[in-house]
T-cell receptor, first 113, second 115 residues
Framework: AQTVTQSQPEMSVQEAETVTLSCTYD???????LFWYKQPPSRQMILVIR??????QNATENRFSVNFQKAAKSFSLKISDSQLGDTAMYFC??????????FGTGTSLTVIP | KAGVTQTPRYLIKTRGQQVTLSCSPI?????VSWYQQTPGQGLQFLFE???????NKGNFPGRFSGRQFSNSRSEMNVSTLELGDSALYLC??????????????FGEGSWLTVV
């Protein structure tokens, strides 16, 4: 079974600064997909970024980028120029070839003005 | 394009009752999956439906069931409710299960409180 581990339950960052959220996963699959979802206080889960395991290039979406280390099974999220609206719970997720999702326990990020 | 719509948004039930939650996927999406979110257990996968067939199932008791209709709308049912079933139930949809790697898009969830 696949497992996803987020070892940082809570983090905080000063507005405009950069923060990195960690995620590791365990799988025997070679082809899979990784995601970061954001859940603000409204509870709406919003896709932040996705990465295909067969791509070596790290995914980037505006201020959000990932550091994907396949051999180490690590998938961290970097948020640059943090904004107040980034305050949310962030979930790392793994999707196997069967399209089944596994989520980490989440990291609560607070952006401090 | 409308997003994933879940109804009802909030509900309170008594132990022993049963509840049905509804989910309408994004237009054109054929795969619907359900998740239970609780403070202690995080996000746990319940089941996934594609073309009216259950394709994946999580590790939940038989009291949790679901179905999908021909228009891709899905319902989940929980019978004989227990206090521990109090949770946010999230529905998500994606384009297809015939190809892998499709992103899932979530609804706002249904808050269930069992008293």
């Amino acid at each position: 079974a696949q497992t996803v581990t987020q070892s940082q339950p809570e983090m905080s960052v000063q507005e405009a600064e950069t923060v990195t959220l960690s995620c590791t996963y365990d799988t025997s699959e070679n082809n899979y997909y990784l995601f970061w979802y954001k859940q603000p206080p409204s509870r709406q889960m919003i896709l932040v970024i996705r990465q295909e395991a067969y791509k070596q290039q790290n995914a980037t979406e505006n201020r959000f980028s990932v550091n994907f280390q396949k051999a180490a099974k690590s998938f961290s999220l970097k948020i640059s120029d943090s904004q107040l609206g980034d305050t949310a719970m962030y979930f790392c997720a793994f999707m196997n070839p069967g399209n089944q999702f596994y989520f980490g326990t989440g990291t609560s990020l607070t952006v401090i003005p | 394009k409308a997003g994933v719509t879940q109804t009802p948004r909030y509900l309170i039930k008594t132990r022993g009752q049963q509840v049905t939650l509804s989910c309408s996927p994004i237009s054109g999406h054929r795969s619907v999956s359900w998740y239970q979110q609780t403070p202690g257990q995080g996000l746990q996968f319940l089941f996934e439906y594609f073309s009216e067939t259950q394709r994946n199932k999580g590790n939940f008791p038989g009291r949790f069931s679901g179905r999908q209709f021909s228009n891709s709308r899905s319902e989940m049912n929980v019978s004989t409710l227990e206090l521990g079933d109090s949770a946010l139930y999230l529905c998500a949809s994606s384009l297809s299960q015939t190809t892998s790697g499709n992103t899932i898009y979530f609804g706002e969830g249904s808050w269930l409180t069992v008293v």
